[in-house]
C-alpha cells in the first residue's frame, strides 16, 4: 500500500455532513483506508482526515469531487509534504509470565503504554504513523492478538522545512491552497511548466 | 389576459412590501436586529400566534425576495402551512401538477427556458420522494432548480412516522446540496445560500427540507442571515497564465476542432463562441445539450458528436490534434470507446466545474471558469495575434467528410418519416421557437435533423436520459416564456409517462404543440434489438392509447395525422389552435414503424467506426 494520500478536509460542522463526504467516496469507487473526524479550534467547523488508496489521477479527482460539496471549505491534499501524522492503536495481546519481559521491551521501543494488565493478557496503547503501527502490529502477532481498535490517521502538514515554499505556493504562481478559484491540479501544473519552456 | 399575470389586491401587496422592506432592513441591521414593530400590523397575519410572522411566512418572504414568479408543486399534510402562507400572500403563481415528477420536470422546464431558478415545492414521504427522477435529471444537466419539501414535524424524525422519508438522505448524490432546517432562525440564510448555490458556478438543484413544526414556530424576524463557513466561491474569471497557455497552443495546432456543451449555453456565452470560431476559422462541434449555441447551418459547424451524430463531427474529433472543449463533460454518449476517442488530439478544457477536467481525459490546459469571460479573453488573445493561421487544408478536408456523409434517412412512402417530420418543423418555426423532447429515437432525430440556431431553443433530458421529461418540461418552459412557441416533440412511449400533465397545461391554458412521433414500439430498444439482438423484441411492441382523443378527453385538442399531405396542415392548424385558445394541441402522427437513428456509433465502439446514414459506405 504504497499508493496511500492523506487527505485533510476542513468541512462545516453540521449534521449529515460526515455522510456527504463517505457517500462520496463509496459513489465514485474511491477507496478509503482510514478516516477520522473531530472538531477543529471554531466549533462551525470540522476537521475530516482522511487516507486515501490510489493513483495520482484518482487522488485528482478526489480532491476536486470534495472541493464541488457545499459543505466543504478548504481541502489539502498533504501527499508528499513534509507532515506529521498520527493513529492511536489499542490492542489487546496474550501475555503469559514468560512472555511479558519480552513485551514490555516492545512497549518502551514503541513508546507505547500499558493501559491495563490481568491474568488474560494486556492491553497496549502506541500512537505513530502508518508504519510504526504495522510494525508494531507485526511484532505483537505472533504473541497472539485478542482485541484490536485503532483511529484513523490524522495529519498536519510542517509550515517550516525544506519544501514548504514550494508547496505552499509554486513556481509559476499558482496559490495550490486557494480552492475554488484556480484550482488547478499538480499534473496541470508540471504541464504548464512545458508549456512555457516552448518557444 | 395571461394567465400568469400577478393578481392585483392591494392589501396583499402592501403585505409584500411590508415584507421586502422589512428584508432590506434586516439585512443592513445585521443578525440582531429585533422585529420591525411596524410590520406587524398587517390584516393577513394569522390569528393563532403571538410573533408577527411563523416560519411559513418567512419562507414566502424569501421567495419573494429571490423574485420567484411561479411555484410548481402539490400541497399536503406536511406543507400545508407553507401553502396557506402563499394563498394569505397571493403574490407567487403556483401551479398545481397531476405528479410531483411533473413539477419537478416543469422547474426544470422553465430554469431552461429563462436562465432562472425553478422551484418546486411538495409535502413528504411520497411527495418529495417523487421529486427524485427530476432532481437527478438536473443535477446531470446543471439546471438551476431549488426544491421545498416538507417534512414530519422534528420530534417524529427518525421514528417513521406517516409520510416521513429521510429527504436529506435520499437526495445527497442527486442534489448539488441539500438542507434540512432545524430551527426558524435559519430559514432565511439557508433560503439565500440555496439559490445562489443553485444558480451560481455549474447550476444545480438544491433541496430543502422543512419539518412542519419549523413552518408554524413563531418567527420575529423574515430575513436575519447568520453566515455559515464555507468554501463556496465558484471560480469565473479563468487564470490568465492558463489562458495565455491556451492560447499559444491554438496557435500551433494544424486540425483544431471546439467542442462546445451545455456550459456555454448556462454561461450566455455563444456570442463569444461564435466569435472564436469566425476569427480563428475553427470548427465547432456541439454536444446534445451545446445544441442552439452555434448555428445549424454555419460552413463552421459540424453538428453533434457521438453516438448519434454526424459521421464528419465524428471524424473531425477523431482527425483533430487539438480540441477546445468548452461547458463540455465529455460524457460517455460524446466520447465512445474512451482510449479511441481523439487518439491524435491534445485537449484545452474550459470549465466552471474543475472536477469536469481530467475527470474522462487527460488535459494540456485546463482552464477552471466561466465560459464567458474565458472565452471573451481568447477571443481578445487571437485578435492580438499578428498572422492568422491558415486552416483552409484542414476545413477541406471536412468538407470533403461532410459531402460524403450527408445526414440522410431512408424514405419509405406512404410511411411517414419521422425525420421528415422534424425536418417540416425546422423549417416551418420561427427561429425562437422552443422545442422540447421527450427521451428516444424522436430526441435524437430532433438533434439531428432540426436546425438549431439560438441558444436556450432546445429543452431536452440530456444526462439522465429521462422519459417522460417532455410534456411538463415543455409547460415549465411556456410559463417562463409565454411569448414564445413551444413545440414538443415526443414518442409515444415517452408521451404516456407523465401524460397527466396534460391536465396541468389545460387548467393553465398552457398553449402548446405536442407532436408524437408515433412508431407503436419504445423505438430506441427497438432499434438495438434490430441491430445487437437478433431482431428480438423483448417488450417492446407497445400498443398506446388514442393521444388524439385522450388529449381531448383531458380538456385539449388532438388530431391524428397518418399521411404527408395531412401534416403540413395540421401543423398549422396545431399552431393556431395552441396560440388562440391556450391550449394543449395534440398531433398524433403515426410513422414509419421501423425506422432507424444513424448514424450510429455501435456502444463500445469508436466513434470512427460510426454505421453511416443508409446508402452510404464507411472506408478507410
Redesign the interface.
Same mark, same amino acid.
Given at each position: 500500500m504504497d499508493n496511500l494520500s492523506p487527505i485533510s478536509v476542513?468541512v462545516?460542522n453540521?449534521? /449529515?455532513v460526515l !455522510?456527504?463526504v463517505s /457517500?462520496l467516496f463509496a459513489?465514485r469507487g474511491f477507496n478509503i483506508y482510514s478516516l477520522a473526524v473531530g472538531e477543529t479550534d471554531?466549533p462551525?467547523?470540522s476537521r475530516i482526515s482522511v487516507v486515501v488508496a490510489g493513483d495520482p489521477?484518482v487522488i485528482?479527482?478526489v480532491v476536486?469531487?470534495l472541493?464541488?460539496?457545499? !459543505?466543504?471549505?478548504?481541502?489539502s491534499d498533504l501527499t508528499g509534504r513534509p507532515r506529521v501524522e498520527r493513529g492511536l492503536l489499542m490492542i489487546k495481546v496474550n501475555a503469559p509470565h514468560d512472555k511479558r519481559g519480552e513485551l514490555l521491551q516492545l512497549v518502551q521501543i514503541f513508546r507505547a503504554r500499558v493501559d491495563h494488565v490481568d491474568n488474560q493478557g494486556l492491553i497496549l496503547e502506541v500512537t505513530g504513523n502508518r508504519e510504526k503501527l504495522e510494525a508494531f502490529i507485526d511484532l505483537l502477532r505472533p504473541h497472539g492478538i485478542q482485541e484490536m481498535a485503532r483511529t484513523g490517521q490524522i495529519a498536519m502538514a510542517r509550515s517550516q522545512g525544506p519544501m514548504a515554499d514550494y508547496w505552499s505556493e509554486s513556481a !509559476? /504562481?499558482?496559490d495550490m491552497e486557494e480552492? /475554488?478559484?484556480?484550482?488547478?491540479?499538480r499534473?496541470?501544473e508540471r504541464?504548464?511548466q512545458e508549456?512555457?519552456k516552448?518557444d | 389576459m395571461s394567465p400568469f399575470s400577478h393578481k392585483s389586491n392591494t392589501a396583499r401587496d402592501e403585505l409584500g412590501l411590508m415584507l421586502s422592506r422589512q428584508i432590506r432592513l434586516t439585512h443592513s441591521g445585521g443578525p440582531n436586529s429585533g422585529p420591525r414593530k411596524d410590520a406587524m400590523n398587517t390584516p393577513a397575519k394569522p390569528q393563532d400566534h403571538k410573533a408577527a410572522y411563523t416560519g411559513a411566512d418567512a419562507v414566502v418572504a424569501c421567495l419573494k425576495h429571490q423574485g420567484v414568479e411561479v411555484i410548481f408543486g402539490m400541497t399536503g399534510g406536511s406543507i400545508m402551512p407553507v401553502y396557506d402562507a402563499l394563498f394569505r400572500d397571493g403574490s407567487i403563481q403556483h401551479m398545481i401538477v397531476g405528479h410531483e415528477q411533473g413539477a419537478a420536470h416543469m422547474a426544470e422546464g422553465y430554469a431552461r427556458a429563462t436562465g432562472k431558478v425553478g422551484v418546486v415545492m411538495t409535502t413528504s414521504g411520497p411527495g418529495a420522494t417523487n421529486l427524485v427522477t427530476g432532481l437527478a435529471d438536473a443535477f446531470m444537466d446543471s439546471t438551476p432548480m431549488v426544491a421545498i419539501t416538507g417534512q414530519v414535524t422534528s420530534n417524529l424524525l427518525g421514528n417513521d412516522a406517516f409520510q416521513e422519508a429521510d429527504m436529506r438522505g435520499i437526495t445527497m448524490p442527486i442534489t448539488k446540496h441539500n438542507y434540512q432546517i432545524s430551527s426558524v432562525d435559519e430559514l432565511p440564510g439557508v433560503f439565500a445560500e440555496a439559490f445562489f448555490v443553485a444558480l451560481s458556478g455549474r447550476p444545480g438543484p438544491v433541496l430543502i427540507d422543512l419539518p412542519k413544526d419549523v413552518m408554524t414556530a413563531p418567527c420575529d424576524h423574515l430575513l436575519a442571515a447568520p453566515s455559515a463557513p464555507t468554501g463556496y466561491k465558484p471560480p469565473y474569471r479563468g487564470h490568465p497564465l492558463q489562458i495565455e497557455r491556451a492560447l499559444k497552443v491554438l496557435a500551433q495546432a494544424k486540425q483544431p476542432v471546439i467542442l462546445a456543451g451545455g456550459g456555454v449555453i448556462i454561461a450566455g456565452a455563444h456570442e463569444e463562441l461564435r466569435e472564436l470560431a469566425r476569427i480563428t476559422g475553427i470548427p465547432v462541434s456541439t454536444s446534445l445539450m451545446g445544441l442552439g449555441a452555434f448555428p445549424a447551418g454555419d460552413e463552421l459547424y459540424l453538428g453533434m458528436p457521438g453516438m448519434h451524430g454526424t459521421g464528419y463531427a465524428n471524424l473531425a474529433l477523431h482527425q483533430a490534434d487539438l480540441i477546445l472543449c468548452v461547458g463540455n463533460r465529455l460524457d460517455d454518449r460524446v466520447t465512445g470507446q474512451l482510449d479511441t476517442f481523439a487518439p491524435n488530439a491534445q485537449f484545452i478544457h474550459i470549465d466552471v466545474d474543475a472536477s469536469e477536467i481530467g475527470k474522462n481525459l487527460p488535459c494540456l490546459v485546463p482552464i477552471v471558469g466561466d465560459a464567458k469571460p474565458v472565452l471573451a479573453a481568447m477571443v481578445k488573445g487571437v485578435a492580438a495575434w499578428d498572422e492568422k493561421p491558415d486552416y483552409s487544408l484542414w476545413r477541406d478536408q471536412i468538407e470533403t467528410w461532410k459531402s460524403c456523409y450527408p445526414m440522410t434517412y431512408a424514405d419509405k412512402s406512404p410511411a411517414i418519416a419521422p425525420q421528415a417530420v422534424v425536418e417540416l418543423l425546422g423549417r416551418t418555426l420561427p427561429q425562437e421557437a422552443i422545442v422540447v423532447t421527450g427521451v428516444g429515437q424522436h430526441q435524437m432525430y430532433t438533434t439531428q435533423f432540426y436546425p438549431f440556431k439560438e441558444p436556450r431553443t432546445l429543452i431536452s433530458s440530456g444526462g439522465l436520459g429521462t422519459m417522460g421529461f417532455g410534456l411538463p418540461a415543455a409547460v415549465g418552459a411556456k410559463v417562463g416564456a409565454p411569448d414564445k412557441e413551444v413545440v414538443l416533440i415526443d414518442g409515444d412511449g415517452s408521451f404516456l409517462m407523465t401524460i397527466q400533465e396534460l391536465a396541468t397545461a389545460v387548467r393553465y391554458k398552457v398553449g402548446i404543440v405536442v407532436l408524437i412521433l408515433n412508431n407503436n414500439f419504445l423505438g430506441m430498444v427497438r432499434q438495438w434489438q434490430e441491430m445487437f439482438l437478433d431482431k428480438r423484441q423483448a417488450e417492446t411492441d407497445l400498443q398506446p392509447p388514442p393521444y388524439a382523443r385522450v388529449a381531448q378527453a383531458f380538456g385539449g385538442l388532438g388530431r391524428e395525422v397518418s399521411t404527408t399531405e395531412e401534416l403540413v396542415e395540421a401543423i398549422a392548424w396545431a399552431r393556431a389552435e395552441a396560440a388562440e385558445k391556450h391550449l394543449p394541441v395534440v398531433l398524433d402522427v403515426a410513422v414509419a414503424r421501423e425506422a432507424l437513428v444513424l448514424p450510429m456509433v455501435p456502444p463500445g465502439g469508436a466513434n470512427a467506426d460510426f454505421i453511416p446514414c443508409p446508402g452510404q459506405k464507411r472506408e478507410e
Open positions: 476542513l462545516r453540521e449534521r /449529515g !455522510s456527504r /457517500g459513489r471554531d462551525k467547523v489521477p485528482d479527482q476536486k469531487q472541493r464541488r460539496l457545499v !459543505s466543504v471549505i478548504k481541502v !509559476s /504562481g499558482y480552492e /475554488g478559484t484556480y484550482n488547478i491540479s499534473a496541470a504541464l504548464a508549456i512555457d516552448q | -
